[in-house]
């Protein structure tokens, strides 16, 4: 009996060789699209979860008055907390930012680079976190000055060479230190912590080892720079000590700044459990939902295709339905041959949407930035529930066409009495309107995203950062000549034709702030006005006319300002928004008052217009600036012609003053417009998913417009005896559909709406 | 073998109800060759469709071999038709995706028969009805006459006891039509009873009684033997 079917089956396929293709094109391309999102969102799902210990770590995260939260906390505490409570058995500290910045290798001064992708961590960081060292023994990163490589970062400095045993410089704001290389790791691709040189932290423990930067030190209860893990013992509420957590600052931290700590199951770092949880995560639960939504809907249209042209093509089936009753097949043995038809196509589909998978493959990894691949659904329990789901939509999807085509009556069947128009008719109108509503509402959502992007990108930020060139400040070679080197730098810089403007800064338009801190009040201030946070932007006196930021009061720094040690200095600007924050009546009147930051009097020389120093999604944020000629970023404006001949020269002159230090160059609009990566990364998945979907729901209605022409053949005939055009035959044709797409745009556009708001 | 009485059948549609039977009575003896003429709308197919259990009565009795079938479910009516009767249409009703061999075994399958009896029966018919040099040959491929000759073999492949005919000859040039004619004949001969609905005078003359309807009745029988 099963050959039997199969055979019908497969020759089935072949004689309707148009439907077949139609059928099996689109479940592939359907099955392909939701193979790839299932793959982005099985990845999703499995970040961090290499860890053995995910489910008893936890993050230490600071949460302000605002519910704002981020994980960077004072590193104190970490000590204070295991002293005092006997469920956190460990913990781990690492940092992201505060070590940056240039690696050389000792023996080989060409190997250098600017490192971002690098930090201090724990001695423990081996044995508390799951990386798997491949060369060299994990306990010797207890040690002060080592160095443990990812595989990427030996590469980057020691090629094929055994790494270990050598040594590296790192030159960054804690001075120049010599690291021994004493371990290789491996970073998992699903990883959030994704380190090329790990750092021993036990190398900051030594006072000596800061270059005066005392706010890092590592039993500091005051300034926000590192990441703490703690490993809780077994069956710990974590709630609970929370609880003690919070008590245990309040009861430490002098000055009250209104935040309080949280725990953050590891678990729950990359994505959240829910869309409740609203601590900072480092992946984004909303697009994991809404791409996994988008695969359904795809899938969901492909399969629609199926239903609509098998009962369409039923038809055609209805009398070996009627001679297979004849001749002894129950509506059950008929129910299972047109479900085993349909998981026959759903299996092509699904061989072909495989096929199609590795095609697009690496076109859909370079939209989505990720190195995916099916084998990354192979170890995620994802892929089980996929294929479940998979196999449910062939069965349902097969079981309408099984159940209504066995339900035919043999003597209807066999006289060719079955009304050929009204059957399943109602059915098919409605899901190609499905179809199309989906598919319509993909594409204006897309637009609408693609137009927000746009605005985004396009919208004036108060700020210019066109034409302007960034280079990285010199690390290496900061000795007692620097300050000189650097002024020296400047002179020769300025006297060349095409610097249009220049500037000095801690900061710059698209890469945040230097920090952010509370403790800022004026005489009128409220009770609880101290609480409030405010963003630090280190500029000398050339900032606002190289970014050309307008004034809206006042006057800009001077160049002796800038020159001020930041202890001694007492002069600040201000946005209008922290203005607005600090309770003035207006930037005059901020004008006239000076302002406290705990027990340093501040005078406010000038109130700039506000601008977006971050991304449009971000509110602007109050900003206090302040004067210092801090050499982080060198923004250069050049003028337009012949900028590669100018950037050239540039690198000449940089490496005169700063030898040894690589020359690292972007534009500061590119890098403003790096923020929106993940949003530009989105929107052109949004697109293709959408265009995907149109395709699909286009080949299933070619289908039905075959069928009807096929089943119209005769009215068509009758109508060209009579004298109709081919004009006005391809109208009668068209309108039924046109009517339903139409009806599609309709209902599409409010959900599209909807969606977007 | 067959004893209706007082069979009724109505067609309705919104506006309107045809009576298809009008308390029809009927007997088929075991062995006996019926064929049933009349009119068009006058009921017969209708009468063969209910004979083959395709169809429900709306009234009256329906024995079949000594069974009152009348109110069987889809079931049992399948049940009992894909063990006991044959089907012979005008229009073949082959099945175009299979070849003339995997038409013939498909009442076998539907009963569950062993693939290697299936084998051996099959051309055992094919044989008998002298198309086994055409059995792999799709339907499309062959004469009318030869595709009739296939759909009697799927009839009779399994052995039943009653066949219905529905104007088997009506899609077939005078030769082919005799020839079918006294296939029908030669299975008649053999045992098998057989009910046809014919409007062929010619065709009529092949069997024992001839059952004359009108308007749902049976309105005259002629003895022929």
Redesign the interface.
Same mark, same amino acid.
């Given at each position: 009996?099963f050959k039997?079917n199969f055979?019908?089956a497969f *020759?089935?396929l072949k *004689?309707n060789k148009l439907y077949s293709f139609i059928n099996i094109s689109g479940l592939a391309m359907g099955i392909a699209a939701f193979l790839l999102i299932l793959e982005y969102v099985s990845f999703e799902k499995s970040v961090n979860g290499f860890h053995k210990n995910i489910s008893s770590i936890y993050r230490l995260l600071n949460e302000n008055t605002k519910g704002q939260t981020w994980p960077q906390v004072e590193p104190g505490w970490a000590q204070k907390a295991k002293e005092s409570f006997a469920e956190i058995k460990d913990y781990c500290r690492f940092e992201e930012g505060v070590g940056q910045g240039i690696v050389q290798r000792s023996d080989k001064k060409d190997a250098t680079f600017r490192e971002v992708n690098m930090g201090y961590a724990e001695g423990n960081f081996f044995q508390f976190f799951s990386f798997n060292v491949l060369k060299g023994n994990a306990a010797e990163f207890k040690k002060p000055n080592v160095v443990f490589l990812s595989e990427a970062g030996a590469k980057k400095y020691f090629a094929n060479e055994n790494p270990v045993g050598k040594s590296l410089v790192l030159f960054n704001q804690f001075g120049k230190a010599t690291y021994s290389v004493e371990g290789v790791f491996s970073i998992p691709a699903n990883s959030d912590i994704r380190y090329d040189l790990v750092f021993s932290l036990e190398t900051l423990k030594n006072p000596a080892n800061l270059n005066d930067n005392g706010w890092a030190r590592l039993d500091n209860l005051s300034s926000q720079y590192i990441n703490t893990y703690f490993l809780l013992s077994d069956g710990a509420d974590y709630k609970k000590t929370e609880q003690k957590l919070i008590s245990l600052r309040n009861e430490l931290k002098k000055d009250k700044d209104g935040i309080v700590f949280r725990l953050q199951p590891f678990a729950n770092v990359h994505l959240p459990a829910s869309f409740s949880d609203n601590y900072q995560t480092t992946g984004n639960l909303k697009y994991v939902y809404i791409l996994g939504i988008i695969a359904l809907l795809i899938l969901a249209i492909a399969w629609f295709n199926y239903i609509n042209l098998s009962t369409a093509n039923s038809l055609k089936r209805a009398?070996?339905v009627? $001679? *297979?009753? $004849? $001749?002894?097949?129950?509506?059950q043995?008929l129910v299972f041959q047109f479900l085993g038809e349909s998981l026959l196509v759903n299996c092509i589909g699904f061989v072909m949407a495989l096929v199609l998978v590795q095609l697009i493959q690496p076109l859909f990894n370079d939209i989505i930035g990720k190195e995916l691949s099916l084998r990354s659904l192979i170890n995620n329990p994802v892929w089980i529930m996929g294929l479940g789901l998979l196999l449910l939509g062939s069965l349902v999807s097969g079981a309408y066409t099984a159940f209504s085509l066995s339900n035919f009556?043999?003597?209807e069947t066999?006289?060719g009495k079955l009304n050929k128009s009204a059957k399943g008719a109602t059915l098919r109108k409605s899901l190609v309107v499905f179809q199309f509503s989906i598919s319509i509402a993909l594409l204006l959502a897309t637009a609408l995203i693609y137009r927000q992007l746009n605005y985004m990108q396009n919208q004036n930020l108060g700020v210019n950062t066109e034409q302007l060139v960034i280079i990285r400040g010199p690390e290496v070679g900061r000795d007692s000549t620097y300050s000189q080197r650097r002024t020296a730098f400047w002179n020769d810089i300025t006297q060349q034709s095409f610097i249009k403007d220049y500037s000095l800064s801690g900061t710059i338009p698209g890469n945040g702030y230097n920090f952010a801190t509370s403790g800022f009040t004026q005489p009128g201030s409220k009770k609880g006005d101290e609480l409030k946070s405010y963003s630090f932007a280190i500029i000398d006196s050339r900032y606002l006319n190289t970014y050309q930021i307008p004034l809206k009061a006042g006057r800009n720094f001077t160049e002796a300002e800038t020159g001020v040690e930041w202890n001694d200095n007492s002069k600040v600007m201000l946005n209008e928004k922290a203005i607005e924050e600090l309770g003035f009546a207006s930037a005059e009147d901020a004008l006239r008052t000076k302002i406290q930051w705990d027990e340093r009097q501040l005078e406010v020389i000038g109130v700039v217009k506000n601008y977006h120093h971050t991304s449009l999604q971000r509110a602007i944020d109050p900003i206090i600036f302040y004067p210092q000629n801090n050499s982080a970023y060198f923004s250069l404006r050049l003028s337009t012609n012949k900028l590669q001949n100018s950037i050239a020269k540039l690198e000449t002159i940089y490496k005169r003053y700063f030898t040894d230090n690589p020359f690292e160059y972007y534009f500061a609009d590119e890098n403003f417009n790096r923020q929106y990566i993940t949003e530009q990364q989105y929107s052109r998945l949004f697109t293709t998913a959408s265009i995907w979907a149109i395709i699909i729901a286009c080949l299933g209605l070619f289908g039905l417009a075959t069928y009807t022409v096929e089943t119209r053949t005769k009215e068509i005939g009758v109508r060209k005896v009579l004298g109709a055009s081919v004009f006005t035959i391809t109208q009668l044709l068209s309108k039924d559909f046109l009517k339903l797409v139409c009806i599609a745009i309709v209902i599409a556009s409010p959900i599209a709406w909807y969606v977007r708001t | 073998m067959i004893k209706i009485t007082g069979l009724e059948k109505y067609y309705r549609t919104e506006e309107v109800e045809t009576i298809a039977l009008n308390k029809l009575t009927i007997d088929v003896k075991e062995g006996e060759f019926v064929a049933v003429m009349g009119p068009s709308g006058c009921g017969k !197919?209708t009468l063969l469709?209910i004979l083959?259990l @395709?169809?429900d009565p709306d009234g009256g009795s329906f024995v079949f071999n000594g069974i009152e079938v009348a109110g069987f479910n889809?079931?049992k009516r399948?049940?009992l038709?894909?063990?006991n009767i044959g089907?012979v249409?005008q !229009?073949f009703? @082959?099945?175009?995706? @299979?070849t003339v061999f995997?038409n013939v075994? @498909?009442?076998l399958?539907?009963?569950n028969v062993k693939a290697t009896d299936r084998k051996k029966r099959v051309e055992e018919v094919l044989d008998n009805l002298k198309i086994m040099h055409r059995r792999n040959h799709y339907p499309q491929q062959l004469s009318g006459g030869q595709q009739q000759r296939v759909a009697v073999a799927?009839a009779v492949v399994n052995n039943p006891k009653l066949i219905l005919a529905d104007e088997p000859t009506g899609n077939l040039d005078s030769s082919n039509g005799n020839e079918v004619m006294q296939l029908l004949t030669e299975l008649n001969e053999k045992g098998t009873t057989i009910v046809m609905v014919t409007h062929s005078e010619h065709d009529a003359r092949y069997s024992h009684r001839i059952i004359r309807m009108l308007d749902g009745h049976a309105v005259t029988e002629n003895i022929l033997i």
């Amino acid at each position: 009996m099963f050959k039997n079917n199969f055979k019908i089956a497969f *020759r089935n396929l072949k *004689r309707n060789k148009l439907y077949s293709f139609i059928n099996i094109s689109g479940l592939a391309m359907g099955i392909a699209a939701f193979l790839l999102i299932l793959e982005y969102v099985s990845f999703e799902k499995s970040v961090n979860g290499f860890h053995k210990n995910i489910s008893s770590i936890y993050r230490l995260l600071n949460e302000n008055t605002k519910g704002q939260t981020w994980p960077q906390v004072e590193p104190g505490w970490a000590q204070k907390a295991k002293e005092s409570f006997a469920e956190i058995k460990d913990y781990c500290r690492f940092e992201e930012g505060v070590g940056q910045g240039i690696v050389q290798r000792s023996d080989k001064k060409d190997a250098t680079f600017r490192e971002v992708n690098m930090g201090y961590a724990e001695g423990n960081f081996f044995q508390f976190f799951s990386f798997n060292v491949l060369k060299g023994n994990a306990a010797e990163f207890k040690k002060p000055n080592v160095v443990f490589l990812s595989e990427a970062g030996a590469k980057k400095y020691f090629a094929n060479e055994n790494p270990v045993g050598k040594s590296l410089v790192l030159f960054n704001q804690f001075g120049k230190a010599t690291y021994s290389v004493e371990g290789v790791f491996s970073i998992p691709a699903n990883s959030d912590i994704r380190y090329d040189l790990v750092f021993s932290l036990e190398t900051l423990k030594n006072p000596a080892n800061l270059n005066d930067n005392g706010w890092a030190r590592l039993d500091n209860l005051s300034s926000q720079y590192i990441n703490t893990y703690f490993l809780l013992s077994d069956g710990a509420d974590y709630k609970k000590t929370e609880q003690k957590l919070i008590s245990l600052r309040n009861e430490l931290k002098k000055d009250k700044d209104g935040i309080v700590f949280r725990l953050q199951p590891f678990a729950n770092v990359h994505l959240p459990a829910s869309f409740s949880d609203n601590y900072q995560t480092t992946g984004n639960l909303k697009y994991v939902y809404i791409l996994g939504i988008i695969a359904l809907l795809i899938l969901a249209i492909a399969w629609f295709n199926y239903i609509n042209l098998s009962t369409a093509n039923s038809l055609k089936r209805a009398s070996e339905v009627g $001679v *297979r009753k $004849v $001749v002894g097949a129950t509506q059950q043995s008929l129910v299972f041959q047109f479900l085993g038809e349909s998981l026959l196509v759903n299996c092509i589909g699904f061989v072909m949407a495989l096929v199609l998978v590795q095609l697009i493959q690496p076109l859909f990894n370079d939209i989505i930035g990720k190195e995916l691949s099916l084998r990354s659904l192979i170890n995620n329990p994802v892929w089980i529930m996929g294929l479940g789901l998979l196999l449910l939509g062939s069965l349902v999807s097969g079981a309408y066409t099984a159940f209504s085509l066995s339900n035919f009556k043999p003597v209807e069947t066999l006289k060719g009495k079955l009304n050929k128009s009204a059957k399943g008719a109602t059915l098919r109108k409605s899901l190609v309107v499905f179809q199309f509503s989906i598919s319509i509402a993909l594409l204006l959502a897309t637009a609408l995203i693609y137009r927000q992007l746009n605005y985004m990108q396009n919208q004036n930020l108060g700020v210019n950062t066109e034409q302007l060139v960034i280079i990285r400040g010199p690390e290496v070679g900061r000795d007692s000549t620097y300050s000189q080197r650097r002024t020296a730098f400047w002179n020769d810089i300025t006297q060349q034709s095409f610097i249009k403007d220049y500037s000095l800064s801690g900061t710059i338009p698209g890469n945040g702030y230097n920090f952010a801190t509370s403790g800022f009040t004026q005489p009128g201030s409220k009770k609880g006005d101290e609480l409030k946070s405010y963003s630090f932007a280190i500029i000398d006196s050339r900032y606002l006319n190289t970014y050309q930021i307008p004034l809206k009061a006042g006057r800009n720094f001077t160049e002796a300002e800038t020159g001020v040690e930041w202890n001694d200095n007492s002069k600040v600007m201000l946005n209008e928004k922290a203005i607005e924050e600090l309770g003035f009546a207006s930037a005059e009147d901020a004008l006239r008052t000076k302002i406290q930051w705990d027990e340093r009097q501040l005078e406010v020389i000038g109130v700039v217009k506000n601008y977006h120093h971050t991304s449009l999604q971000r509110a602007i944020d109050p900003i206090i600036f302040y004067p210092q000629n801090n050499s982080a970023y060198f923004s250069l404006r050049l003028s337009t012609n012949k900028l590669q001949n100018s950037i050239a020269k540039l690198e000449t002159i940089y490496k005169r003053y700063f030898t040894d230090n690589p020359f690292e160059y972007y534009f500061a609009d590119e890098n403003f417009n790096r923020q929106y990566i993940t949003e530009q990364q989105y929107s052109r998945l949004f697109t293709t998913a959408s265009i995907w979907a149109i395709i699909i729901a286009c080949l299933g209605l070619f289908g039905l417009a075959t069928y009807t022409v096929e089943t119209r053949t005769k009215e068509i005939g009758v109508r060209k005896v009579l004298g109709a055009s081919v004009f006005t035959i391809t109208q009668l044709l068209s309108k039924d559909f046109l009517k339903l797409v139409c009806i599609a745009i309709v209902i599409a556009s409010p959900i599209a709406w909807y969606v977007r708001t | 073998m067959i004893k209706i009485t007082g069979l009724e059948k109505y067609y309705r549609t919104e506006e309107v109800e045809t009576i298809a039977l009008n308390k029809l009575t009927i007997d088929v003896k075991e062995g006996e060759f019926v064929a049933v003429m009349g009119p068009s709308g006058c009921g017969k !197919s209708t009468l063969l469709n209910i004979l083959g259990l @395709l169809d429900d009565p709306d009234g009256g009795s329906f024995v079949f071999n000594g069974i009152e079938v009348a109110g069987f479910n889809e079931r049992k009516r399948a049940d009992l038709r894909k063990k006991n009767i044959g089907f012979v249409f005008q !229009s073949f009703n @082959l099945i175009d995706e @299979l070849t003339v061999f995997e038409n013939v075994e @498909l009442p076998l399958i539907y009963n569950n028969v062993k693939a290697t009896d299936r084998k051996k029966r099959v051309e055992e018919v094919l044989d008998n009805l002298k198309i086994m040099h055409r059995r792999n040959h799709y339907p499309q491929q062959l004469s009318g006459g030869q595709q009739q000759r296939v759909a009697v073999a799927r009839a009779v492949v399994n052995n039943p006891k009653l066949i219905l005919a529905d104007e088997p000859t009506g899609n077939l040039d005078s030769s082919n039509g005799n020839e079918v004619m006294q296939l029908l004949t030669e299975l008649n001969e053999k045992g098998t009873t057989i009910v046809m609905v014919t409007h062929s005078e010619h065709d009529a003359r092949y069997s024992h009684r001839i059952i004359r309807m009108l308007d749902g009745h049976a309105v005259t029988e002629n003895i022929l033997i």
